[in-house]
Nanobody, 114 residues
C-alpha cells in the first residue's frame, strides 16, 4: 500500500519560512521523480517544484530563489524548504510521486498571513 504523508504546514507571517516534508512508503522511492504541487481556494492545482531520481530540480518562476526542493533517499522523504513567504503562497501543498504510476499525498495547509 502506497502512502505519501505530508507534514510541516501551518500559519506563518509574510517573510517567514516553513519546511514541508513528505514521507513515502510502499514504493521504491529512489526511482521516483518527486514533486510538490499547490492549490489555492478556487484555483487549479499547480506544480511548484520537482526533483528527479538523479536530483535534478526545477521550479515554477514564482518560487525561484525562495523555495528549495530536496530528497533523502535513505529516509524515503522529499522536502520543500520555503522562505520569504508571501500571502500568495497560501495554499494546500501536495506531494506527488511519479514513475509510470502516479501517487498523491493528502495535502498540508500553508497559510501566510499577518
Amino acid at each position: 500500500q502506497v502512502q505519501l504523508v505530508e507534514s510541516g504546514g501551518g500559519l506563518v507571517q509574510p517573510g517567514g519560512s516553513l519546511r514541508l516534508s513528505c514521507a513515502a512508503s510502499g514504493i521504491t522511492f529512489s526511482r521516483y521523480a518527486m514533486m510538490w504541487y499547490r492549490q489555492a481556494p478556487g484555483k487549479q492545482r499547480d506544480l511548484v517544484a520537482s526533483i528527479t531520481s538523479f536530483g535534478t530540480t526545477t521550479y515554477t518562476d514564482s518560487v525561484k530563489g525562495r523555495f528549495t526542493i530536496s530528497r533523502d533517499n535513505a529516509k524515503n522523504t522529499v522536502y520543500l524548504q520555503m522562505g520569504s513567504l508571501k500571502p500568495e503562497d497560501t495554499a494546500v501543498y501536495y506531494c506527488h510521486a511519479r514513475f509510470g504510476l502516479n501517487y498523491w499525498g493528502q495535502g498540508t495547509q500553508v497559510t501566510v498571513s499577518s
